[in-house]
């Protein structure tokens, strides 16, 4: 599909989900109409319709879900049908023990409540051939959703969410340097640490979408490396906030000096560097392992120095933001690492000098 057209189309209501379902349930109707003209057409398309979600994997969990639902259903029904007749008594009977045994197995609730609503429809049908049709019809529906999401997938999907991760790593970065100027977490810095978190989260759900697919099956081992990487981010943002949480403790002095702000802005260099590199095609002129160096330097110094200044209370408030920016260096080293580990063996000499940075920290100093 054209990126163009799913925009325009997405403006009338007309999603990617809804030509999903609309596509998965009229081939299923389609498929079974075709193959025997049976007359419970329907439990194809309502399947399709149900078991469509947005990635692979999740429609192929609930379509697990319902085909397990159906099959325990269906025996339960057959079991109790050939001994009572349709009423209050055997639908009781029925459920006690189809739902009772599904939840005995610990079987997914998805699975549980469709036993119970196989199970009723199964037994009010059961003189004709509903049980067979059902799970045949089922199935067919689950197969044919979950062709359909493999190949309905967003146009340059792979592009989007790499470019929504870029673009949460640059804020991260600028929210960090942001807390450097009064340190007591503005409204600005807020808002750009929540659009930062909410960007690495919806790259991190439409990363999902993509597994799976058969379009992006040649770029499966970028997006496992995107997954990586965006996983990392979101951890750094973790950290993130807790320095923002921390700057804004300390006394003015403390978080608007002039060492302060060379030092947040110097680990948030760290992290829009580590952005650029990893989630871009552009070329960097500064080299992402001297930067780690340069910023782990600067905290280390700054440290040492202020412990000879400031007092025992000072000191345990200014530990709490320097142990979490030297996390954050940390956590950037470690992304960096296991990036260079899957790139040519030309390339693994600069990770073991990234690995050398790891083993410099502050935990002997805080």
């Not at 997914?108 to 409540?113: D, H, L, T």
């Not at 952005?275 to 905290?299: C, F, I, M, V, Y």
Request: charged share 15%.
């Amino acid at each position: 599909m054209n990126e163009g057209l799913q925009d325009r189309l997405e403006k009338f209501g007309l999603s990617l989900y809804m030509i999903r379902v609309t596509l998965a349930a009229s081939l299923s109707w389609l498929t079974v109409h075709t193959l025997y003209g049976d007359s419970y057409l329907y439990f194809a398309p309502l399947a399709a319709i149900l078991i469509t979600q947005g990635s692979v994997k999740a429609s192929f969990e609930k379509g697990v879900y319902r085909m397990t639902g159906v099959v325990l259903g269906g025996i339960v029904s057959l079991i109790v049908g050939r001994f009572f007749d349709v009423g209050a008594l055997s639908i009781l009977l029925m459920l006690l023990v189809g739902i009772g045994v599904a939840t005995a197995c610990r079987i997914n609730i998805q699975a549980i409540s469709q036993v119970g609503v196989t199970s009723v429809l199964a037994l009010t049908f059961y003189h004709d051939h509903y049980i067979e049709w059902r799970v045949a019809e089922t199935l067919i529906g689950v197969i044919i959703a979950l062709i359909i999401n493999m190949i309905i997938v967003p146009p340059k999907g792979f592009v989007k969410v790499k470019g929504l991760a870029l673009e949460g790593s640059l804020l991260l970065a600028d929210a960090l340097s942001g807390l450097a100027g009064g340190g007591r977490g503005a409204p600005p810095v807020s808002d750009t640490l929540a659009r930062s978190a909410s960007l690495l989260a919806k790259s991190e759900q439409q990363q999902k979408e993509l597994h799976y697919t058969l379009t992006h099956y040649q770029c499966r081992s970028e997006l496992r490396g995107l997954s990586q990487a965006t996983a990392h981010l979101k951890q750094i943002q973790c950290y993130v906030k807790e320095i923002s949480s921390e700057i804004a403790l300390l006394p003015t002095h403390h978080a608007a000096a002039d060492w302060m702000a060379e030092i947040v802005t110097a680990t948030a260099d760290c992290i829009a560097l580590y952005g650029t590199k990893t989630l871009s095609d552009a070329e960097s002129q500064h080299s992402l392992p001297e930067s780690l160096r340069r910023a782990r330097d600067l905290q280390l110094a700054w440290f040492s120095e202020l412990q000879g200044q400031c007092s025992l209370t000072s000191i345990r408030d200014l530990g709490a933001v320097f142990s979490h920016l030297n996390r954050v260096l940390e956590e950037i080293e470690q992304a960096d690492y296991v990036v260079i580990s899957a790139a040519p063996q030309n390339s693994k000499t600069e990770a073991a000098r990234a690995i050398h940075f790891i083993q410099k920290g502050l935990s002997h100093k805080l």
